[in-house]
């Protein structure tokens, strides 16, 4: 995680640099301000350029100072980071706000920990003592898709209802109190909540950050055709480009402007492989004499995929002149 950490007391001051080493020591990145004294950094200046760009932000200080500060800078629980504040004395940890999402509730038990303060925790499936699917989710790697769902699953945890989760991946593990797994098809009706890549529509859906995206264009291809393209293939699969962590491709396209700027866009390592490399990845794939030709292997998208880790489940498609495949790479979750 990266951390900031703001002070407005010598005392205080102390307490932040103190967190920080521990952060440190725990292989966080942590760095101190001071909200007093001379040369003092202006607390609002520092919020908002810390809030973008920090996983938490601490105040070391009243509550209402850090209430009145990031008050403006509030978005969403979904993407604003764990802001916490505590005394000076160290005696209470208060996460303001992205409990669950953010991690504010568990980097309030952590700071607690290191210096003998309580955290005070008051979601309300912490303080029920039910099972919170946006900490599970987030403590999984998983995006929210769509967090204004939450209540709605938390609302009925809290009621002593019991959800649906059905899972495209394995779930190891006995599902906690209120849990039901079901499965997933057709004829089943929709889970409370899915965990997979592909869109639903009335689920709260848990997305993995696992599919590997491959594709193939003639050269020059501008990105606002890779983009359209890729958009028409992923919804044509009902895929949340959400879970897309990767696009590959051969090597010959390394330097197309096209791909590079999509994957820019949409935050996607890009990783491209030589033509022996992708001959040599086993498995089933469609063969064109033509692109072999032209690049010394019979099919560009779906063997980039599969050389870059991950399961072919949506083979080649042709999208406006562009190929695609889709592939996901092997994972497995726990309830724990």
């Known amino acids: 995680m990266k951390i900031a950490l703001i002070a407005f007391t010598q005392r205080g001051f102390d307490l932040a640099r103190d967190l920080a080493r521990g952060f440190a020591a725990e292989g966080d990145q942590a760095d101190c301000s001071k909200g007093f004294g001379e040369g003092k950094t202006d607390h609002n200046t520092w919020a908002a350029h810390n809030f973008g760009c920090c996983d938490a932000l601490v105040f070391v200080?009243?509550?209402?100072i850090a209430v009145r500060t990031i008050a403006p800078l509030l978005v969403s629980k979904a993407s604003d980071p764990?802001?916490?504040?505590?005394?000076?004395?160290?005696?209470?940890a208060i996460p303001l706000v992205s409990g669950h999402i953010g991690g504010a509730n568990k980097l309030a038990r952590r700071i607690s920990a290191m210096c003998g303060a309580t955290p005070v925790i008051t979601t309300a499936t912490d303080v029920s003592g039910v099972f919170a699917i946006d900490t599970w989710?987030?403590?999984?790697?998983?995006m929210v898709a769509n967090p204004g769902r939450i209540k709605n699953v938390s609302g009925a945890l809290l009621r002593g209802q019991t959800i649906t989760v059905g899972s495209e991946f394995p779930?190891?593990?006995?599902?906690?109190?209120?849990?039901?797994?079901?499965?997933?098809?057709?004829?089943?009706?929709?889970?409370?909540?899915?965990?997979?890549?592909?869109?639903?529509?009335?689920?709260?859906?848990?997305?993995?950050?696992?599919?590997?995206l491959g594709i193939g264009c003639r050269k020059g291809t501008p990105y606002?055709?890779?983009?359209?393209?890729?958009?028409?293939?992923?919804?044509g699969n009902h895929v949340d480009l959400s879970a897309v962590t990767t696009v590959a491709s051969i090597d010959l396209k390394a330097d197309e402007p096209g791909i590079l700027e999509f994957a820019k866009a949409n935050d996607l390592t890009f990783k491209t492989f030589s033509s022996q490399q992708l001959n040599e990845v086993s498995g089933e794939f469609k063969p064109s004499p033509f692109v072999s030709s032209v690049t010394g292997t019979d099919n560009v998208c779906e063997r980039s995929v599969v050389a870059?880790?991950?399961?072919?489940?949506?083979?080649?498609?042709?999208?406006?002149?562009?190929?695609?495949a889709l592939a996901v790479k092997p994972m497995s979750l726990t309830w724990q």
């Open 61 to 64: 200080g009243a509550t209402g």
């Open 82 to 92: 764990a802001v916490i504040a505590i005394d000076e004395r160290a005696t209470f």
């Open 137 to 142: 989710a987030t403590e999984h790697g998983l």
């Open 171 to 212: 779930i190891l593990g006995a599902p906690p109190k209120g849990v039901k797994v079901v499965e997933l098809g057709e004829s089943e009706p929709e889970p409370d909540v899915l965990v997979g890549i592909h869109l639903n529509a009335s689920s709260l859906r848990l997305v993995p950050r696992c599919a590997i």
């Open 224 to 235: 606002s055709k890779v983009e359209h393209a890729a958009d028409e293939f992923l919804f």
């Open 308 to 324: 870059a880790g991950g399961n072919v489940v949506v083979k080649k498609t042709i999208v406006e002149g562009l190929t695609f």
